[in-house]
């Protein structure tokens, strides 16, 4: 990416080559991107992506934020992110307008592109118990267990192989319950832009 990014006339972004703190380094010296694109699910987290952001801010890389197949849940934990990062200045992406199911059905409306940033306790939204359970039945009854994007990859490049290993975290960890905002008097901005990437 650095050859690309000395040619072209515009900044480079990616939510690929860049996935991991490791890879920050490396990029910066190259200077192979100029726009970063965080996912709080591979980062580590809300406080890890924060910290993320920091970083960029340091070494002036613009930020934006990655999303994939997210239900609202995530999407909620990604416009109070957003929102409480100050130089999140490009607009973040996400699957959600595709989406024809969730389990937070009302509590995230796009308007002009825009999400505003929910204002209720813990994430500022309400899970819809019903759509949960036939969610999960339907992920029950589907047989698949198993995210596989390098057997994917490999369907088209037979050669690719995955070199990031994911993050996992408890759901009761003490990570996770440090992350997790509850304050909307803490964000900077109310409203967060959402690109409908894809």
């Known amino acids: 990416m650095a050859e690309v990014a000395r040619a072209a006339k515009m900044r480079l972004a990616t939510t690929m080559c860049v996935v991991a703190f490791d890879h920050l380094k490396p990029a910066v010296a190259k200077d192979s991107v100029q726009v970063v694109l965080s996912d709080h699910h591979y980062w580590g987290g809300l406080q890890r992506s924060r910290l993320f952001a ?19 849940i995530s999407l909620a934990a990604m416009v109070h992110l957003a929102a409480a990062t100050p130089n ?5 992406d996400t699957h959600s307008p595709w989406k024809h199911e969730d389990v937070v059905p009302r509590a995230l409306n796009f ?11 813990g994430l500022g939204i309400e899970i819809d118990q019903d ?11 589907c047989s698949i267990r198993d995210r596989d994007d390098t057997g994917y990859m490999q369907s088209i490049e037979p050669s690719f192989q995955y070199t ?7 759901p009761g960890s003490a ?6 905002p509850t304050s909307s008097r803490r964000y900077r901005r109310r409203y967060v832009v959402v690109w409908h990437s894809h």
């Open 131 to 141: 759509a949960l359970a036939a969610l999960h039945r339907q992920c029950l009854d």
């Open 111 to 121: 308007v002009d592109g825009a999400v505003a940033v929910p204002t209720g306790p």
């Open 164 to 170: 990031c290993p994911p993050l996992v975290i408890s």
């Open 88 to 92: 999140h200045t490009y607009a973040c």
């Open 175 to 180: 990570a996770v319950r440090r992350c997790c």
């Open 54 to 72: 920091g970083i960029c801010d340091i070494f002036e890389l613009g930020l934006s934020m990655h999303s994939n197949s997210h239900l609202g």
